[in-house]
Structure formats: C-alpha cells, structure tokens
C-alpha cells in the first residue's frame, strides 16, 4: 500500500560512546541514511535498496536485481556491472548492517544529536531500519522475480524519465529492423488488451507499493506505443487516469510540477517515445486530445538528419517528416525531446551527418520547454550494424573524434527563442 504525503523529515542521532552518527531523512516513497562519512544508503519506500556508498564503491540497483557499481579509482570508466557471484554476498551483508544498526538503535545506543532540536529521535528512525534490514539477496531475488512477472525488460527511458513508473500498453517495437538496435530483439511486437492493460495497471500500482510516491511521472513503453490509432490511445490514456493521479493537461510543467508535489502520489505528466515511420499518423488535434489526458512529452529518436545514413541504419524516415512531426506536436501544446547519435556511421558519414542532423535540429524551431539528447553510439557485436559495418569497411571514430562530433553539433544549433536543454544520453548506464 501507499504511504500518506509526508513533508520530509530528518533526523540526526550520536552514538554516546563512540561518537559514531546516524543521520536518517526520508521524502515522499523514499528513505536514506548516512552513518559517518563512509556509508551512505538510499531506498524506496518498501525499503528495496536503490543506491548506497561504502568506501570507495557507489552502487546503484535496479528493480530487476542488476547491480552496478563506481569505483573512486576508476571514476571515469562509468558504471560497471557486479560480478553475479558477488552481488548477493554484498546485499547480504547491507541488509546485516543495517539489521545491526536497527539493534543498535532500538536498545539506546543512538540518542538526538541535539535534544533541543525538536527533530525526531530513534523512534523515528527503527521502523524504517527494520525495512530495509528484510532486503537481503533472498528478497531482492524474489522481488526482481515478481517484477519480471509484470514487466518485461525494461532497456531504455530517456534520461529525464529514469524514476519514471513504466507502464506497458505494448510490448516490443512494431518495426525492429534498425540495423543498430537491439533492444527489443527479445520480444514480439504485441498490444495489450484493455482488460489486460487494466490488469498490468493494478499490478504495477501494488508492486511499488511505498515507493509510488517516490516517482514524479508515468512512462508509456515499449518502443512506440504512441503509433498505435487515436481511439486506442484515448482508451489507454484513461485507463492510466482512473489507476494514477495525473496532472491536469491544461497546467504548464512548472505547474504540473507543483500540483505533483501537493500530493503523493501524484504525477506530473504522461511520456513516450514515437518513431517517425510506422502506425497511425495523427493531427494536432489528435495528439492534443492525449494532451488533455495528461501527455506532456514526446520522444522521437532522429539519430540523423543525413539521408544515406539513415539508410544504412535501415531507418525509413524522411527528415521532412521529423520536422512536420514536431511541428504537430508543437501545435498540440506538446513538448519533445529529440535524440540524435554521436558517432554513429563513422568515419565515412561523418562530414555529412553533422551537417545534416544539425540542418534538421535548426528546421524544428525547438523550444525552451524541449530537450535534445546527444547519445554516444554503442556498437553491439552482434547486431546487424556491426556485421554491415564489417563488410562495407566502414570504421568507428575514436575518442577525440567523438567528442569534435559532439561539440560540432552543439555549437551549430540555432533556436529561434529561448533555447531547449541539451544533455548527453548515456545508454550503458541505464538501470530501470
């Protein structure tokens, strides 16, 4: 179940004889604690741990059990993946700190840091020490297992949608030819049945439990749910408004926001991606009907402005067609994100996808309220690009190269207004 909105609360409590301190704060669907300067332990509200810094390790897990890990020696090589034989040793081991430290404080060791506070003491603290202390490996096996009962894999959200709350209408992407994805390699495309969308919705509300409120939006997937036909999506749209607490269309982000944070858990908005190329076109009015149903943003994954490197992706999209897609969008009220690759194509398309990609970002008078991705291009070895790269002798940038792409194509970038965020999408880290 759901926990009521909270303010957040913290708390700071010293050990008497070692002078060790505990500060403990909890937020909306979530808790952390901090003990000394060495350990640091975030989780949500049913107390699965998110995230936690011991030593020189930060680590990050996700809802399906992967743990990922950075090391203060290797900063920059981003996150790695934790070897299977030593994750559940080192879950096993927070959850006995944590049962340790929940012993410690329930028996008086830790008292108020400052009595005269008026903060709250130990008694505020053990119940959520106890939580979190059941989280050993067993659980969070049998916790990933129960999510992969509702989910399939979740491979990628964009970057601002990360404590999105993913919901399922479709599985897979309905073109899956791309010569660089291999994201939705594992899976058939297949839309969900209202009756078994209803199901997934209740699903997903009593799986995060707690933790709901910890999340600030909901995220249609899989790949390009939004291509499915209007009546489809207005069906789907009010499905998710009678399961989640959804921002009214009519309010701007900023308001959104606020209406989100009056109340937990509330959300701020609804988001996906779409593809250019395949499903139901649809007209301002259209997509303004899903905006009144509480779409705030739409992903649209461009790669490239250039023509033949779209073709050697396998990617049947007209750049004309982009822009006259984010020019309905605009007129829907809609905000998008777009994302481009760095990188992909090579050496051989290089010169040509970042004149073109930058021609086309310019045409799409993009806004303050819009975002543009630079995602750095991973190549799979097993992926068709990779073997098509092979046989045609087209080799990768290097480092120095990358970055040059990268900064060509954000210093050519003209807005006609205040201009939208740019940021870097780093697939490999993602972690649902």
């Keep these: 179940m759901s926990e ?25 669907g979530a808790f952390a604690l901090k003990v000394g300067e060495a350990e640091v332990y975030s989780f949500d509200g049913e107390g699965r741990p ?12 996700g809802l399906d059990n992967t743990l990922v890990e950075k090391r203060a020696q290797a900063f920059t090589t981003g996150w790695q993946p934790v070897a299977p034989d030593e994750a559940d040793p080192l879950l096993d081991r927070v959850a006995a700190r944590l049962a ?16 005269s506070s008026g903060s709250p003491g130990p008694e505020a603290v053990t119940p959520y020490l106890a939580r979190a202390a059941a989280w ?68 997903v509300r009593a799986f995060f439990g ?46 959104a926001r606020r209406w989100q944070s009056a109340g937990s858990p509330r959300f701020e908005g609804i988001y996906s991606f779409l593809d250019v190329f395949t499903g139901c076109r649809k007209s301002a009015a259209e997509y303004a009907a899903l905006r009144e149903r ?34 309905t969008l605009h007129q829907a009220g809609l905000s998008v994100g777009v994302i481009v690759m760095v990188g992909v194509g090579g050496q051989r398309y290089a010169a040509g996808h970042v004149r073109d990609t930058v021609a086309a970002l310019n045409a799409m008078a993009l806004r303050a309220d819009d975002l543009v991705y630079l995602s750095e291009f991973v190549e799979h070895p097993d992926s068709d690009y990779a073997a098509q790269a092979r046989a045609e002798g087209v080799l990768p940038l290097d480092a120095d190269a990358l970055a040059a792409q990268a900064e060509a194509i954000r210093t050519s970038l003209r807005f006609p207004g205040p201009p939208p965020r740019l940021s870097v999408y780093r697939l490999r880290e993602f972690v649902y």
């Design 294 to 327: 509480g779409l705030r943003r739409v992903y649209l994954g461009l790669e490239s402005g250039h023509a033949p490197l779209l073709a050697f992706l396998r990617k049947p999209e007209r750049v004309g067609a982009a822009v006259a897609l984010v020019q």
């Design 136 to 203: 050993n490996s067993r659980r969070c096996h049998a916790d990933a297992a129960r999510f992969r009962q509702i989910y399939r894999r979740v491979p990628i959200l964009p970057p601002d949608q990360y404590l999105s709350v993913v919901l399922q209408p479709t599985e897979g992407c309905r073109y899956n030819r791309c010569t660089f994805c291999t994201l939705y390699r594992d899976r058939p495309f297949r839309v969900k049945s209202p009756e078994e969308f209803r199901r997934h919705l209740v699903a």
């Design 210 to 255: 707690r933790g709901l409120a910890r999340r600030r939006s909901l995220f249609l997937g899989d790949a390009n749910a939004l291509t499915l036909p209007a009546e489809a999506l207005v069906t789907i749209f009010e499905a998710v408004q009678e399961a989640f607490a959804v921002a009214p269309g009519a309010l701007s982000l900023a308001e």
């Design 100 to 115: 340790a430290l929940h012993d410690r404080v329930r028996a008086g060791g830790f008292v108020p840091a400052d009595a």
């Design 4 to 28: 009521p909105a909270a303010r957040p609360v913290t708390c700071t409590l010293v050990a008497p004889d070692s002078g060790e301190v505990l500060s403990f704060s909890r937020y909306p």
């Design 50 to 61: 998110v995230g936690l810094f011991t030593g020189d390790r930060w680590l990050r897990r």
